[in-house]
């Protein structure tokens, strides 16, 4: 989750349902869901077992001293990836969250638990894994089980280890130098130990990528570690492009939109609307509230979105009737507050975007103009 600046300040990490969870409390994941049980307790120990080695403790100590909180936000993500495994299956989570994290979330997860809270830490993470490994599986086959995926901003993301439907296809990992050098350090101790399960890379090559996507030659470094723009690609943009100032944001949007000359292309991202970027100003900057209508007019011509709780962004865990999620999804988004309590709306939009090279870049007021 990274390829963004850091900030070495102390910041504020929000849980999008208008809790605040600082980043000194033991390391709270930005995000609380819906769900819950007492499951996670096997979770747990599974995970910790993965930081019995040595050399895995002493990286953690290091990411601990020297990570400001944007980067320590990848360990958080896998924190919550690890402690949701009745849901996401990903072997590598524990190791790559660290204890830390892992005993801050476990221990609000506990909490929202004996309380019967409608939203339990860590689900908002789970879902919005689910729901990108869903698109990546039917983009795969939607390009013919071989295109290139390029994840950006990929911090401890471990899809290459865990989806078998990218068994076909190249992987392109992009984020920071030391925290690309850190999530393999971490997989090679923790696979080095004798108690340890052995992780297989499924995709059929992974290229990790040292680049800053805020830099103008981050595509030209992509490019040289054998990305090929004439080839159809799925770019995954989970957990980043909200870190952006606007500029860098739309930089980005548009390479990718501008790589549709050449091949098919299919952009999986998620977006924060403004409310949910002012929960925690000195982190979150880019917001768009109708990503919809922003993409067809920089060239994508298909564009779904979603928001968590929708039929196809649920995976039956937001099991309380009174959860946040669904209240927010049957307001309608040009509501800025809650009707019921005066809180702000905050939205995160799941967005599936195509292009091709037979794509015209659409005005945004076209979308009214031809309905």
């Known amino acids: 989750m990274s390829s963004k600046q850091e900030k070495e300040e102390e910041v504020e990490l929000p849980c999008m349902n208008g809790d605040v969870g ?33 050399g895995v403790r002493a990286l953690h100590a290091r990411v601990e001293a020297e990570w400001g909180p944007v980067l320590q936000s990848a360990c958080q993500t896998a924190a919550a990836r690890a402690l949701w495994g009745r849901a996401v299956r990903d072997p590598a989570a524990g190791v790559l969250a660290g204890e830390r994290y892992l005993r801050g979330l476990h221990d609000k997860m506990r909490r929202d638990e004996r309380a019967g809270a409608r939203e339990v830490h860590g689900v908002m993470i789970a879902v919005r894994t689910l729901w990108f490994d869903a698109r990546i599986e039917a983009a795969v086959a939607a390009l013919g089980g071989d295109p290139q995926v390029v994840i950006l901003g990929a911090g401890m993301d471990a899809r290459a280890y865990r989806l078998s439907c990218l068994k076909e296809c190249t992987v392109f990992e992009l984020d920071f130098p030391e925290l690309l050098e850190m999530k393999s350090d971490l997989l090679h101790e923790a696979m080095s130990s004798a ?79 403004k409310n949910a970027t ?46 946040l999620f669904d209240k927010l999804r049957r307001l309608p988004r040009s509501m800025e507050k809650n009707p019921e309590d005066g809180t702000p709306c905050c939205r995160l939009y799941f967005v599936e975007a195509s292009a091709s090279p037979d794509d015209q870049i659409m005005c945004p007021l076209d979308h009214y103009l031809e309905s």
């Open 195 to 273: 108690n340890h399960q052995k992780l297989t890379v499924m995709a059929k090559s992974l290229i990790r990528v040292p680049a800053n996507i805020q830099d103008g030659d981050w595509i030209t470094k992509l490019q040289s570690c054998g990305y090929v723009p004439e080839r159809n690609t799925i770019w995954v943009l989970e957990g980043i492009i909200f870190y952006l100032h606007h500029a860098d944001a739309m930089q980005v949007l548009e390479n990718i939109a501008a790589s549709r000359s050449s091949a098919s292309t299919v952009l999986l991202a998620d977006f924060m609307n």
């Open 22 to 54: 600082r980043d000194d409390d033991n390391g709270g994941v930005e995000e609380g869901g819906g769900g819950g049980g007492g499951e996670g307790e096997g979770e747990f120990a599974a995970a910790m077992a993965q930081l019995a080695p040595e």
């Open 278 to 323: 002012l929960l925690s100003p000195t982190m979150y900057h880019f917001y768009h509230d109708s990503p919809d209508l922003l993409l067809p007019s920089i060239g994508f011509s298909q564009v779904t979105l979603s928001q968590i709780g929708d039929p196809e962004a649920h995976f039956g865990l937001l099991s309380h009737p009174e959860n």
